[in-house]
């Protein structure tokens, strides 16, 4: 997780000074601290008082066969013969108050599916409903097998405002779909190799496209532009390519490397 802005979301006032000054007291006693991404990487460093050369950037791993097994399944739920999907917990700091916005600014023709539980379930459908939109943005619910609904899908847009490394982005790569994401303050602009990140509007990233963090314009404008069949296949291609990156073996080399380090 990205911690600052993780503890910020959860806590405020004495608990959230007590927290951080724990965090300053006790991540630097520790020989090595790994992070899943380059921002968290950063974050750590800012945060917990940490030296550089104390921190290491391992990424998520990725059991490719298995996720493109539980796709191959049938799904669950009744599907639309087309559709874009988004996938989390449904929480404020998930950005689905935001997707309905940019969605219903983009009026596209594909209906969204939004897989997850939450909280905040009872708030994202109603504000759905007071947009008119109750036939066309469904939610249905934790699914046993969420890949077997992604692998169908269009596309998958992620409008997250707080990601260490987004697993439901990366999913969606490697079952080939393509890709929206909001360049969060870590692990979608790692991900998408789109260096820091758009500045504004749509940026059209190796392996996805990716729009500011809270930007429903620009949100609205990337929904519109996978209307374009060979973009999607571009994009989709390249990022089921990019997580050959984040293979099981390859990651599980990079914690042997680390643990080598300290055995030696």
């Known amino acids: 997780m990205h911690l600052s802005s993780h503890l910020a979301g959860r806590y405020q ?82 950005g689905f108050a935001l997707l309905i916005d ?29 947009a008119g939109l109750s036939k066309r943005i469904r939610f249905p619910g934790f699914l046993a097998n969420p890949f077997a609904v992604m692998a169908r899908a269009t596309f998958l847009v992620s409008a997250s405002h707080n990601e260490g490394f987004p697993n439901a982005l990366a999913e969606a790569m490697a079952l080939g779909l393509p890709v929206i994401a909001t360049d969060c303050l870590s692990g979608p602009a790692d991900l998408l190799g789109a260096g820091a990140g758009g500045a504004g509007g749509v940026t059209e990233a190796p392996y996805g496209l990716i729009v500011g963090d809270g930007d429903c314009a620009g949100l609205s404008t990337a929904i519109r532009e996978m209307d374009d069949a060979n973009l999607r296949a571009r994009l989709g291609a390249a990022g089921r390519l990019r997580m050959e990156d984040f293979r099981l073996e390859r990651i599980a080399a990079d914690y042997w490397a680390v643990f080598d380090e300290f055995m030696s």
């Open 102 to 130: 940019a969605y219903a600014d983009a009026d596209p023709a594909l209906p969204l599916l939004i897989l997850g539980e939450g909280p905040d379930r009872i708030r994202f459908e109603a504000q759905v409903a007071a």
């Open 13 to 94: 006032g004495i608990a959230l000074a007590g927290l951080r000054a724990l965090v300053r007291y006790l991540y630097p006693r520790a020989n090595r601290v790994l992070a899943v991404s380059e921002g968290v990487r950063r974050d750590l460093i800012d945060t917990a008082g940490l030296a550089p050369d104390r921190v290491t950037t391992i990424n998520n791993p990725y059991d490719l066969e298995r996720i493109a097994a539980e796709g191959s399944q049938a799904p669950e739920i009744a599907l639309p013969p087309a559709f874009m999907v988004a996938v989390g917990r449904l929480v404020t700091a998930k």
